[in-house]
C-alpha cells in the first residue's frame, strides 16, 4: 500500500467513527450559550464510504501520473535544468543533466520510437544537445576531448566538376618539364579538379594545405625518404587533410594521413582513452609510408597503390578480378571502384600539378615555418595545466604540438614523449622537480599577481592558505611579490569510471566503425548495446554508446550512484630530456 493510500483510508476511517459516535466540541467561548442550543443534536447523513452511483467526489492528493506522463516529466525536467545550466556557463553541469535526460528515455523500458509524445521529445532533446555540443565546441570548451576538424577529402571526393580544356594545355606542358618522381596523367577527370580548385572553394582547400605543408613538409621528406618512397606522396596528406592534425573523416578516419583504427593499429599507431597516435605527424607519416609501401609491393603501380590506400586492397583487387585490367584508368571507366576512390587519385594528381606550379594558377602562400620542438619523457602522467605553468606558455601551444593527446594529461606511459617549445626542456626537468611526481595529475602552478595574497590564491583553486604556505615553505602571512611562482597542493578531482551514455544520431556519410571508432568503442559493444546483428547503419537511425571506460549499467539511470575513484597514479620517474626534434 503506497503512502498516499494509506493516508486516505485512515482519513475515511475517522470519518466513520466520527458518524458512529458524535463528538461535541467544549469550546470556552461557547460556555454561556443557552441550554437548549447546547443540547441541540444535529443529525447526519451517512457518509459515502461505499462510493454509491452518481455521486463524483474531489480527491484532495495530487493524481499519481501514469508511466510515460511521470517518464516525460522528468525528462523534461532534466532537460530544462540542463539548458539553464548551459547558458549559465555550467557546461560539466549542463552535460549530466543532458545525459539523465537522455538516460530517463532510453532506459525507461519504453520504445522512444513506438509513441508520438516520447518520440517528439526524444528526437527534440537529441537534436539539442547535439546543437549544444558544437557550439560549446566552436567556444572551446566542449563536453568531451579536443574537438576534431573536418578532413579536407570528405568536401571534394564525391563531387564531379566541368572539364575547362584551356587548362589542357598547359597541365600538360608541366607534366612534361616539371620534376616530378609520381606519374602524372593529364586526363579529363584531373582536369576537371584542376577548374574546381580554380573556383574560390577549391582555391581556399589549396591555399590552406599549401599554408600547413610547411609545417610538416621537411619532416614528411625526411620520413619518405628513409623509406625509400617518392617524395610526390606528400600531396596525398595535402589531398587527405590538408596536413591538419585533428582531420577526422566521415568514415572515422583521423589525422594527416587519414588511418581509420583497424589500419592505424595494423601499422601500430596506438589509440586508448589518453592518445591517439594516428594524430601523431611523423609516426602517422612512418605508418603511412610503409603501408603505401605494401600496397605498392601488391601492384606495383603507384595509382593502383593509392586507389587501395583509400578504399582498401580488397576493393581494387574485386575490380582488377571482375576487369582482368590492373590498370587503374580501366577501372575508372568501367565503373568498378567506389566514387569517392574513382576521384581520389585525380584529385591528387591536379594538386601535384597545382602546388609545382603555383604561380601559373595565380596562387601565392606564404608556408608555415617548420614546428620545432625540445621533447622530454616526463615518465608518468603528468597535466598539461601544470605544464604550461612550469614552462611559461599557455595550454594551446602545449595541445598544438601534441596533437596525439586527446585529453589534458599525458597518458601513464614512461615511454611517452611530451613535445615542448623549443628551450624549455631544460627549465621544465629543473622547475618539476620541486613538486612529487606522484602529484603532476592534481596540483598546479601559480604566478603571483599584483595584490594577491595567499588567501586570494587558495580560494581560487579552493585550497586552504595553510596548505599553499607549507607547500612553499613561506610564512602564512607573509607577503607577496609580484611574478612570484608558487606551487598550489590542489586537489585532485575524482574521476567517473563509468560509461557515459550518448545517443548518436547517425549523419550522411556515418559508417559503422567510423562511428565506433569516434567513441573508442568496439564494433561488438556497439551491436550488442543496439541490437544489431550487422555492422550496418542507416541514415537517421540513433544508436546508443556508452562513452569512456568501463561497463554499461542494466540498472536505469534515475536509480544510479556515481562511482568515484581517484586517478591512478604512475609509477616514479623524473622527466628525462631528449635532442631537439
Known amino acids: 500500500m503506497t503512502i ?3 493516508v486516505f483510508a485512515m482519513a475515511l476511517a475517522g470519518c466513520e467513527d466520527a458518524g458512529k459516535k458524535p463528538v461535541q466540541a467544549r469550546v470556552p467561548a461557547l460556555a454561556r450559550a443557552s441550554a437548549a442550543t447546547q443540547q441541540a443534536a444535529v443529525e447526519l447523513a451517512p457518509l459515502p464510504v461505499l462510493n454509491p452511483p452518481r455521486r463524483h467526489y474531489v480527491w484532495l492528493l495530487s493524481p499519481v ?5 511521470y517518464l516525460i516529466q522528468k525528462v523534461q525536467e532534466k532537460f530544462a535544468s540542463g539548458e539553464q545550466n548551459f547558458k549559465a556557463g555550467h557546461l560539466e553541469a549542463a552535460r549530466k543533466d543532458f545525459d539523465d535526460a537522455v538516460d530517463w528515455l532510453l532506459e525507461s523500458g519504453y520504445d522512444p520510437n513506438g509513441d508520438p509524445k516520447l518520440s517528439q521529445l526524444f ?7 547535439y546543437a549544444y555540443e558544437l557550439q560549446a565546441f566552436r567556444a572551446g570548451d566542449g563536453f568531451g576531448e579536443a574537438p576534431a576538424v573536418p578532413a579536407a577529402i570528405d568536401e571534394v571526393a564525391e563531387m564531379t566538376f566541368p572539364v575547362d580544356l584551356g587548362l589542357k594545355a598547359r597541365a600538360e606542358e608541366a607534366a612534361k618539364n616539371i620534376s616530378h618522381d609520381m606519374p602524372l596523367t593529364v586526363n579529363d577527370q584531373v582536369l576537371s579538379f584542376l577548374n574546381f580548385f580554380q573556383t574560390p572553394r577549391g582555391r581556399a582547400i589549396v591555399e590552406t594545405g599549401l599554408r600547413r605543408a610547411g609545417r610538416y613538409r621537411e619532416m614528411i621528406s625526411r620520413v619518405l625518404q628513409e623509406e625509400g618512397l617518392p617524395q610526390d606522396l606528400i600531396y596525398l596528406a595535402q589531398a587527405e587533410s590538408a596536413f591538419q592534425p585533428l582531420a577526422l573523416s566521415r568514415a572515422g578516419a583521423r589525422g594527416i594521413w587519414q588511418f581509420v583504427a583497424y589500419r592505424g593499429q595494423e601499422y601500430g599507431l596506438r589509440h586508448t582513452w589518453w592518445i591517439d597516435e594516428r594524430q601523431d605527424p611523423e609516426k602517422a607519416t612512418h605508418a603511412a609510408a610503409q603501408h603505401l609501401r605494401d600496397l605498392y609491393k601488391l601492384y606495383g603501380d603507384w595509382y593502383l597503390a593509392m586507389a587501395a590506400y583509400n578504399c582498401g586492397p580488397g576493393n581494387v583487387q574485386k575490380g582488377i578480378e571482375r576487369t582482368g585490367y590492373a590498370d587503374f584508368w580501366e577501372l575508372y571507366k568501367r565503373n568498378v571502384l567506389p566514387r569517392e576512390t574513382k576521384n581520389y587519385v585525380p584529385i591528387i594528381i591536379a594538386l601535384t600539378l597545382i602546388a609545382k606550379d603555383a604561380a601559373h594558377y595565380n596562387i601565392q602562400v606564404e608556408p608555415d615555418a617548420p614546428v620545432p620542438s625540445d621533447i622530454v619523457k616526463p615518465g608518468r602522467a603528468i597535466d598539461l595545466r601544470l605544464v604550461a605553468e612550469t614552462i611559461d606558455v599557455d595550454v594551446e601551444t602545449l595541445r598544438s604540438l601534441n596533437p596525439s593527446l586527446l585529453r589534458l594529461a599525458t597518458p601513464d606511459d614512461p615511454s611517452f614523449e611530451l613535445h615542448l617549445p623549443p628551450g624549455s626542456a631544460q627549465k621544465f626537468s629543473a622547475e618539476i622537480a620541486d613538486i612529487p611526481p606522484d602529484k603532476w595529475v592534481s596540483w ?3 604566478r603571483v599577481e599584483a595584490g594577491e595574497t595567499l588567501t586570494s590564491i587558495a580560494k581560487k583553486y579552493r585550497v586552504t592558505a595553510a596548505a599553499i604556505a607549507d607547500a612553499n615553505s613561506v610564512e602564512r602571512n607573509a607577503a607577496l611579490d609580484a611574478g612570484e611562482k608558487l606551487i598550489i597542493p590542489a586537489t585532485q578531482p575524482p574521476s567517473e569510471t563509468k560509461r557515459r551514455l550518448v545517443s548518436y544520431r547517425v549523419r550522411r556519410g556515418d559508417t559503422f566503425l567510423g562511428i565506433a571508432d569516434r567513441y573508442n568503442v568496439s564494433a561488438d559493444d556497439l551491436r550488442k548495446w543496439n541490437r544489431l546483428k550487422a555492422n550496418r547503419v542507416s541514415r537517421g537511425m540513433v544508436l546508443r554508446i556508452y562513452a569512456l571506460g568501463g561497463t554499461p549499467e542494466s540498472s536505469p539511470a534515475r536509480a544510479r550512484t556515481k562511482s568515484k575513484k581517484k586517478a591512478s597514479q ?12
Open 65 to 69: 501520473p501514469t508511466g510515460k506522463d
Open 570 to 581: 604512475p609509477a616514479a620517474g623524473g622527466p628525462v630530456a631528449l635532442n631537439h626534434n
Open 123 to 129: 528526437h527534440h532533446v537529441v537534436d539539442t544537445v
Open 4 to 6: 498516499s493510500t494509506f
Open 444 to 446: 598546479r602552478r601559480h
